[in-house]
């Protein structure tokens, strides 16, 4: 078995399509319409399904925003360096949550930005792990 997918439901997709492209440089994998249920899926991530994890945005014709809850965590991905990975995102109008640095009780540098419905999305920086625990 392995990972295939995780589904956000956004509600605008252009915007976030836009987003997960131009601002955290993945690419739209596919695109399906399904009129009859009134939403569209949109794939995106960084390499093909076949071998890697991706996102599936779901945008439902009829609504335009979601309440996120309280139990929502965050997507992670793996950066070369978490600090330049945020000052990225700002120069491409992209909103920093927390800035990089070594994770609260441990080592590993992370960094948290949001994407258009307010989804985080943590940096991890590659190599930074040197706690038992994260
Ligand atoms: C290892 C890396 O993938 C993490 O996500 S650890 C990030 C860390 N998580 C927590 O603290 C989890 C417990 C917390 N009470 C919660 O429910 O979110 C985190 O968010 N650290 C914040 C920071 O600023 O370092
Ligand atoms: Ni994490």
Redesign the pocket.
Known sequence: MRLLHTMLRVGNLERSLAFYQEVLGMKLLRRSNYPDGRFTLAFVGYGDEADQTVLELTHNWDTDAYELGNAY??I?IEVDDAYAACEAVRAKGGKVT?EAGP??H?T?V?AFVEDPDGYKI?F?QKGSRQGAH?
């Open positions: 965590g965050h992670a927390r994770m609260k441990g590993t992370i943590e991890i994260d």
